[in-house]
């Protein structure tokens, strides 16, 4: 069962099925005891109905929300914004390439990517060239449209948040700004 988990360990006598539902960075649980609520059936139903209830009345992370978390392996300070430095080999000669990588999410789970080659716009320029075209992304994916399970369709107004304010910083220059370490193995400034 989804965000329920059964709890048997002998040794400390606990018996409970355990509700766990994480909602944009708060996470909700609460153990429901076999013995306190009559047996191990009873319990399992009653974590059902608080879970069933939960997720009721917290909603999920729309596609936007989800694309704007930034993950924690994230070195370009942009969720969906990589810089890309690969070795690749052709023809029997090996090609270093290095590029900034934006991605974007087009529907059905899949992403569009555009590359920026360093050597045509310098590392700035490949940089900002990125960060607009995930901010397109952004804007295109602001306006979706919906099929509910009953059919028909929905459409979500766009949501107030001004994506220019979030990614500006990002596309201003700032020269204290440490990236990736050059070809000799020491961070080099952007």
């Given at each position: 069962m989804k965000h329920i988990y059964c709890i048997d360990h002998v040794k400390s006598r606990t018996h409970s099925w355990l509700v766990t539902v994480?909602?944009?960075?708060?996470?909700?649980?609460?153990?429901?005891?076999?013995?306190?609520?009559?047996?191990?059936?009873?319990?399992?139903?009653?974590?059902?109905?608080?879970?069933?209830?939960?997720?009721?009345?917290?909603?999920?992370?729309?596609?936007?929300?989800r694309c704007r978390i930034k993950k924690k392996n994230n070195r370009s300070g942009v969720s969906?914004?990589?810089r890309i430095d690969a070795t690749e080999q052709s023809r029997g000669r090996s090609r270093r390439r290095q590029y900034w990588l934006a991605q974007g999410p087009i529907g059905s789970g899949k992403a569009k990517t555009k590359k920026f080659s360093i050597t045509r716009y310098g590392e700035q320029g490949a940089r900002q060239r990125a960060l607009r075209a995930r901010q397109e992304a952004l804007k295109s994916l602001a306006r979706t449209s919906l099929r509910p399970p009953f059919g028909g369709s929905v459409v979500l107004p766009a949501i107030p948040?001004?994506?220019?304010?979030?990614?500006?910083?990002?596309?201003?220059?700032?020269?204290?700004?440490?990236?990736?370490?050059?070809?000799?193995?020491?961070?080099?400034?952007?």
């Amino acid at each position: 069962m989804k965000h329920i988990y059964c709890i048997d360990h002998v040794k400390s006598r606990t018996h409970s099925w355990l509700v766990t539902v994480q909602r944009r960075g708060q996470i909700y649980h609460r153990h429901f005891a076999d013995v306190v609520h009559g047996g191990k059936q009873k319990a399992r139903h009653a974590a059902q109905v608080y879970r069933d209830s939960l997720i009721a009345t917290l909603r999920p992370l729309t596609r936007l929300e989800r694309c704007r978390i930034k993950k924690k392996n994230n070195r370009s300070g942009v969720s969906g914004v990589t810089r890309i430095d690969a070795t690749e080999q052709s023809r029997g000669r090996s090609r270093r390439r290095q590029y900034w990588l934006a991605q974007g999410p087009i529907g059905s789970g899949k992403a569009k990517t555009k590359k920026f080659s360093i050597t045509r716009y310098g590392e700035q320029g490949a940089r900002q060239r990125a960060l607009r075209a995930r901010q397109e992304a952004l804007k295109s994916l602001a306006r979706t449209s919906l099929r509910p399970p009953f059919g028909g369709s929905v459409v979500l107004p766009a949501i107030p948040i001004l994506l220019n304010d979030i990614l500006g910083a990002c596309l201003q220059s700032t020269p204290n700004l440490v990236a990736w370490p050059s070809a000799k193995g020491r961070p080099s400034k952007i």
